[in-house]
């Protein structure tokens, strides 16, 4: 079974920082996605990767698959960017297997 | 279009009582999920469809049964409540990328 795990746990930033979220998983997978949790609990997909990077606005998503091992990266960093990140990999057909999440405060 | 609603939002229930909670979608997806998500754990599959009128066991199936009888809904029964099924049920639709439904929170006594 695919293990992934998320650092940090928690995450507290200045507004206007970049930040780095970074996710690994155990087992070769065909596809790693991120999600982020609003404090309202609501979820929403940003990003489902296989290979390289992906951009929309100031989200970044890279993912390295020789070292099974991606990174979420925040361009100015802005209160409202406050959520859970989650992190989760499939392998196969295998149904997703997510991390734990990161809480992130962004502070102005 | 509404995407994936739940019902109920919340709901209290006795150890012992029964419940179903229900997702709908009208995204015309085939797979849908049943998540729970606690304090400092993941979300964790309960069940999954692949399609109208199937079935499968998740990482924690365990106290839990489901049906899809309707492609766009997707059944999550509890026959008898326990304390440990406390917690945030989550339910998804959508193949490579998946789409949540509000959340359903139980609480159970």
């Known amino acids: 079974k695919n293990e992934v795990e998320q650092s940090p746990q928690n995450l507290t930033a200045q507004e206007g920082e970049f930040i780095t979220i970074n996710c690994s998983y155990s087992v070769g997978i065909s596809a790693l996605h991120w999600l982020q949790q609003h404090p309202g609990g609501g979820i929403v997909s940003l990003f489902m990767l296989s290979s390289g990077k992906k951009k929309h606005g100031r989200l970044i998503a890279t993912i390295n698959i020789q070292e099974k091992h991606s990174s979420l990266h925040i361009t100015a960093s802005h209160p409202r960017d406050s959520a859970v990140y989650i992190c989760a990999a499939r392998s196969g057909n295998t149904p997703l297997v997510f991390g734990k999440g990161t809480r992130l405060s962004v502070i102005a | 279009n509404a995407g994936v609603t739940q019902t109920p939002k919340f709901r209290v229930l006795k150890t012992g009582q029964s419940m179903t909670l229900l997702c709908a979608q009208d995204?015309?997806?085939?797979?849908m999920y049943w998540y729970r998500q606690d304090p400092g754990m993941g979300l964790r599959l309960i069940h999954y469809?692949?399609?109208?009128?199937?079935?499968a066991k998740g990482e924690v199936p365990d106290g839990y049964n489901v049906s899809r009888l309707k492609k766009q809904n997707f059944l999550l029964g509890l026959e008898s409540a326990a304390p440990s099924q406390t917690s945030v049920y989550f339910c998804?639709?959508?193949?490579?990328?998946?789409?949540f439904g509000p959340g359903t929170r139980l609480l159970v006594l």
């Open positions: 469809s692949v399609g109208e009128g199937t079935t």
């Open positions: 995204m015309n997806h085939e797979y």
């Open positions: 998804a639709s959508g193949e490579e990328t998946q789409y």
